[in-house]
């Protein structure tokens, strides 16, 4: 994972596969296209594997790039402990504690969390004990809301998209089902901003947690596009990865993997929201994925 920061502050994160880059060309042009972008960022560098040869022959290969000047630090994050610095640099273990590598997440306001498995764990379905009341659900608010017409769907998203805190079940059910119609989709990225990024995180996690398998694709969606939007890139990845698994032809998926491949910085959505948006919108009537544009 590749992360650049100002003045303390992330601009962006980057998940690559070790494999890919690798091959010094590719992870070069990583490189120049992060850079090129922010120059006056300060990269850090961290690579996810037990093969210590491979985690750290990718990581000389950054700090060779980048300098000493706008390196921040090289992280080698393997099962049971961390090493930093170099091959011999310092380590410790990854026991679920408090660590160094905690604690310095903590002080750049990253989320620490024990692993990608716990990312996962936190956008999980319902149990099986609970599938059953939440179809039954699923079919009574889908006839509430045929009942209410375009208008009064409308009226009841804006509202549901207020919300905060612990949110009733029947209104995870509504939003799930306001936000499978194209329209509805469109309307919570049109809201999305830095500004409540940290507020729809949470309503829509807690609406994918109330989602049966057949219903998680738009939401996971949301999830993280809100993830993205608050610089939580590894959350972000998590939802592209489920999505990949379950329905890789849903529009939402190819907006989230475009932003990812294109180490799109969150700052950058309102200039590029409604490109975006109309091609999105194109793509809900029409077959395969969507034609997102190529430049920005």
């Given at each position: 994972?590749?992360?650049?920061?100002?003045?303390?502050?992330?601009?962006?994160?980057?998940?690559?596969?070790?494999?890919?880059?690798?091959?010094?060309?590719?992870?070069?042009?990583?490189?120049?296209?992060?850079?090129?972008?922010?120059?006056?960022?300060?990269?850090?560098?961290?690579?996810?594997?037990?093969?210590?040869?491979?985690?750290?022959?990718?990581?000389?290969?950054?700090?060779?790039?980048?300098?000493?000047?706008?390196?921040?630090?090289?992280?080698?994050?393997?099962?049971?402990?961390?090493?930093?610095?170099?091959?011999?640099?310092?380590?410790?273990?990854?026991?679920?504690?408090?660590?160094?590598?905690?604690?310095?997440?903590?002080?750049?306001?990253?989320?620490?969390?024990?692993?990608?498995?716990?990312?996962?764990?936190?956008?999980?379905?319902?149990?099986?004990?609970?599938?059953?009341?939440?179809?039954?659900?699923?079919?009574?608010?889908?006839?509430?809301?045929?009942?209410?017409?375009?208008?009064?769907?409308?009226?009841?998203?804006r509202r549901l998209l207020r919300a905060s805190g612990q949110v009733l079940v029947v209104d995870c059910v509504r939003l799930a089902l306001?936000?499978?119609?194209?329209?509805?989709?469109?309307?919570?990225?049109?809201?999305?901003?830095?500004?409540?990024?940290?507020?729809?995180?949470?309503?829509?996690?807690?609406?994918?947690?109330?989602?049966?398998?057949?219903?998680?694709?738009?939401?996971?969606?949301?999830?993280?596009?809100?993830?993205?939007?608050?610089?939580?890139?590894?959350?972000?990845?998590?939802?592209?990865?489920?999505?990949?698994?379950?329905?890789?032809?849903?529009?939402?998926?190819?907006?989230?993997?475009?932003?990812?491949?294109?180490?799109?910085?969150?700052?950058e959505w309102e200039a590029i929201r409604g490109a975006l948006l109309e091609a999105l919108a194109v793509e809900f009537t029409t077959a395969?994925?969507?034609?997102?544009?190529?430049?920005?």
């Amino acid at each position: 994972m590749v992360m650049l920061l100002e003045d303390g502050r992330v601009l962006v994160t980057a998940r690559v596969d070790l494999a890919a880059v690798a091959d010094l060309v590719a992870l070069d042009a990583l490189l120049a296209r992060l850079f090129d972008r922010f120059p006056h960022a300060e990269g850090w560098f961290m690579a996810y594997t037990d093969d210590h040869e491979v985690a750290w022959g990718v990581l000389a290969a950054c700090v060779d790039r980048v300098g000493t000047v706008r390196l921040g630090r090289v992280l080698q994050v393997a099962s049971t402990q961390w090493r930093g610095d170099h091959p011999g640099g310092p380590t410790g273990p990854i026991t679920g504690a408090i660590s160094p590598l905690a604690v310095e997440a903590a002080v750049l306001g990253l989320p620490a969390r024990a692993s990608r498995r716990e990312l996962a764990a936190g956008l999980a379905g319902p149990s099986d004990s609970e599938i059953e009341g939440l179809l039954a659900q699923f079919e009574a608010c889908a006839e509430e809301l045929h009942r209410l017409g375009v208008r009064g769907r409308r009226r009841l998203l804006r509202r549901l998209l207020r919300a905060s805190g612990q949110v009733l079940v029947v209104d995870c059910v509504r939003l799930a089902l306001l936000a499978a119609r194209p329209e509805g989709q469109l309307a919570v990225l049109r809201g999305l901003g830095r500004g409540n990024a940290e507020q729809q995180l949470e309503l829509w996690a807690a609406v994918v947690r109330r989602c049966p398998l057949g219903r998680r694709a738009p939401i996971l969606g949301l999830v993280g596009m809100a993830a993205w939007q608050t610089g939580d890139g590894a959350l972000q990845v998590v939802c592209l990865e489920e999505l990949d698994q379950i329905d890789p032809q849903a529009p939402i998926a190819a907006l989230l993997e475009w932003l990812n491949q294109n180490v799109v910085p969150p700052g950058e959505w309102e200039a590029i929201r409604g490109a975006l948006l109309e091609a999105l919108a194109v793509e809900f009537t029409t077959a395969g994925r969507p034609a997102i544009p190529q430049g920005r």
